[in-house]
């Protein structure tokens, strides 16, 4: 090509070729223009419109992928007007994109865990991948595992279905991280290399050994001060053994402290440490101080003896070590929420006679988890719902005697969207009490607050009208820029998994204020919705998927709940873990980490609601057995269709209908395996969204993967291509761009016929066979067996066959192991013995495929190239489409499966006429 266009590329002369789109221009001198609709393999199409550049003089913008550079042109790849009309262009295929980015569970999640990631992990048995997924966002997933509120559970569309009951989602979280504390090679997450940056976290609960996890590996020094003896926070003073045992919580500690982070115990700011100090030894700090203090009852008498705050009760208890002693008493425990399950199962546990919650809704607005109730009950507590102290009564001493409650009714709903609870004049009634617990709420303590503001330069720390940390919601930076705040400190008391969320924002807010950096929130990305479109209900889901019930935890029985043993007994075995994991729908896109329409959405902004309006629902088309449609998430950009006609031949795939009623459908709208479909996976390849998609055997995920680049075996093409695995499971196989394939174009074969791999019973190392039984040993004893067994008979009782899957170049080191190393010549291979067309296979062998470009006919001898090396296929049947190059076919057979794309077929009885 000739350089004789004079260009001017965003303010820069440059030099274009004649018949050169201004996308390749762009693309020579490392511009990068965003594109959906076009495939370097395919002819332009121009459809999607997110390629549009400004060309000065042309009125409307141009597709850069279609249009041609001409003498002086001046273009703008990305001024305001141009990015403006990308993202109208992505709002507008968004506005009928029915589908989920990320299942349900994980857009609840607080932290954002990758659910269905890690659960497409356990299902294969890989718990070590499964944690490492779940601790990207979230550091404590066996402590999770046992005492989260679980609104991912609550959000799960298996919900929907006939059992009624969500995936065992923290239960699986669990199983896997039980397995991983307990395995000698159990995950460590990378850490980037130390920064010299040091920062002090205050408080070892939940927030701040989060935020000190991941400011390790940012590569920060992270030192936290604790006021209490030992870490865990609320999770060791206020959460009970028998749902979170002590040495189970120190085993996730123990895991931050081996990353490098130091805990300095009973030390309390602005008591016996000091913001000064704190200021004068780190760059920056992060409170996460929690939200513990105990409120009263709120009634006349609430000052009387006896009458505890439920919190108070649960951490003197940890930390004296001594358990109340309850024997015989009667205990009220007031309050609804997961405190007040905690202090009634634990009255029990003291010994208490009697135990009961006061609450003064009904159980359904109870804020406690379901299960955290359901389990009380079985334990003996009694509930008393619709019910409010009114009255706490004095003995003589002063001491808690009776409570005077009076029934209430629900009213209209609340600022909290619950109904209000409203007494029932005349309904007072008397229960005689030993001891009341008041579990209605907790307080931030913030009394350091004086020491950080006398000592901080700039900004202050500010409390706001609850009585929270005041900071920014976004970073969590407070009003002194080195200090930031997460945890119940700042949202008052809430979940464990919210100060988890907290405290990954605000170690982000820290990381970049550390680096000098603008502190600005994390970047949201683009989330497809099914509930941007309609709410989710039964009928989406029903008959649509397998019944299968869910598997409940074993438990301890009831009766040997009087002591502190954990209650929850975790899965029995892998077995159940791994079919518990086959409950998940995978409502997630599959492509999640690789949709180029998701990426360009972030990268724009761009939004589904704002063409709000009519849009399609498709049924998944899962009839084939290798490929999936998807039309929901389909954006016509006709990929599929081009790539199946441009390079298959196939035409397998075509565009239904016209305007909004569009939609692509294999051709006659046949299912696809009795189209002239090849089954060779281009269309999954081409497209850019997750509308068509490998159907597999195994949950996909979809998971971030390695790749393997390796050499195809199943031909004699000798295609580049890419195993993308997770820690050795291969998930999908993708073409390289490779010496023979440079398109990166693959066949069916490797495309689809890689299961084997991950076989748990595929032989992997040398066995050998001792006393009739098989053991494994070293390749090294290996090949020391085979020489002795080789030495031990004359070289001619040797005999060498090389295997029919081997290259020209393994085939050749088989026959120079045997003549060099053994010395004989008996060497041969079993190509011929399975394969019986070896003739016919191997007459590619040694034909330049670069020269087929120049070809003015195609004749295929006696070859079926689409079946038997299709990646040559492909290239004929591209370069024909493009230039219109005859191909004819010469064949035995009385049915050439390439008739239909040929311009001849010469039937003939036998080849030996051309030999
Ligand atoms: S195709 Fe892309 S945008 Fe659509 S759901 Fe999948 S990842 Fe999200
Ligand atoms: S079915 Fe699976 S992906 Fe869907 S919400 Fe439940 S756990 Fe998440
Ligand atoms: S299914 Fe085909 S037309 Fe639809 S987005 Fe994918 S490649 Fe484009
Ligand atoms: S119009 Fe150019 S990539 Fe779609």
Known sequence: MSNNLNILLDGKKVSGHKNETILKLANRHGIEIPTLCNDPRLEPYSSCYVCVVEVEGMKNLQPACSTLLTEGMVLSTNNEKVRKARKAALDLLLSNHYADCLGPCVQTCPAGVDVQGYISMIEKGKYRDAVAIIKETNPLPAICGRVCVRPCEVACRRNLLDEGAAVGIDYLKRFAADRDLESPDKYKPEQKPETGKKVAVIGAGPAGLSAAFFLRKEGHAADIFEAAPKAGGWLRYGIPEYRLPNDLLQKEVDNITEMGVNIYYNQRLGDNLSYKDLKDKYDAVILGIGSQKGTRVGCDGDDAGNVLSGTDFLKQMELTGKKMDFKGKTVAVVGGGNTAMDCCRTSLRCGAEKVYVIYRRTEKEMPANPIEIHESKLEGVEYMFLTNPLRINKDENGNLKSVTCVCMELGEPDASGRRRPVPLEGSDFDIELDYMLAAIGQKTEVNFIDDINTHAENGQLVVNKWGDIDADKHTLQTGIPSVFAAGDGVTGPATLIEAIAQARIASHSCDLFLQGEAVRPMKKEFISKKENFKEQHKEDYLGKFVTQKRHEMPTLPADARNNFEEVELGYENEEVAITES??????????????????????????????????????????????????????????????????????????????????????????????????????????????????????????????????????????????????????????????????????????????????????????????????????????????????????????????????????????????????????????????????????????????????????????????????????????????????????????????????????????????
Do not use: W
Request: hydrophobic share 35%.
């Open 582 to 915: 086959h409950r998940c729908l995978e409502c997630g896109c599959v492509e999640f980490f690789s949709c180029d329409l998701k990426d360009l959405s972030s990268e724009y902004n761009a939004e589904q609601k704002r063409y709000e309006g009519e849009f399609k629902q498709f049924e998944v088309d899962f009839r084939h057995p290798y490929i999936e449609f998807d039309n929901n998430k389909c954006i016509l950009c006709s990929r599929c269709i081009r790539i199946c006609s441009e390079v298959v031949g196939a035409n397998a795939l075509g565009l239904i209908n016209r305007g909004f009623d569009t939609y692509v459908a294999p051709s006659m709208e046949l299912p696809l395996q009795e189209t002239t479909c090849e089954s060779c996976g281009l269309c999954i390849s081409t497209c850019p969204t997750g509308a068509i998609i490998e159907n597999t055997k195994f949950k996909p995920g979809p998971v971030k993967t390695e790749a393997v680049e390796t050499i195809c075996n199943f031909c004699s093409i000798g295609c580049t291509i890419q195993l993308n695995h997770r820690s050795g499971f291969v998930m999908r196989v993708t073409g390289a761009n490779g010496l023979v394939n440079k398109d990166g174009n693959l066949c069916r074969y490797p495309k689809f016929g890689y299961n084997f791999m991950n076989d748990h019973s595929r032989l992997k190392q040398p066995l050998f066979k001792v006393n009739g039984k098989f053991e494994p040993i070293s390749f090294e004893q290996a090949y020391d067996l085979i020489a002795e067994k080789i030495k031990a008979v004359k070289p001619e009782e040797n005999y060498f066959f090389a295997g029919a899957r081997l290259s020209n170049e393994e085939m050749y080191l088989v026959q120079k192991l045997a003549r060099a190393g053994a010395q004989t010549n008996n060497v041969s291979s079993f190509h011929y013995f399975g394969r019986g067309s070896g003739y016919r296979n191997n007459s590619l062998a040694n034909v330049p495929l670069d020269q087929l470009e120049g070809a003015s006919r195609f004749i295929l001898l006696g070859s079926e190239i689409n079946t038997d090396h299709a990646v040559a296929g492909f290239m004929i049947q591209n370069i024909s489409f493009r230039k219109g190059t005859p191909v004819e076919v010469v064949t035995v057979l009385d049915h050439s499966s390439m008739e239909y794309k040929v311009n001849d077929v010469m039937k003939i009885k036998s080849y030996y006429h051309f030999l």
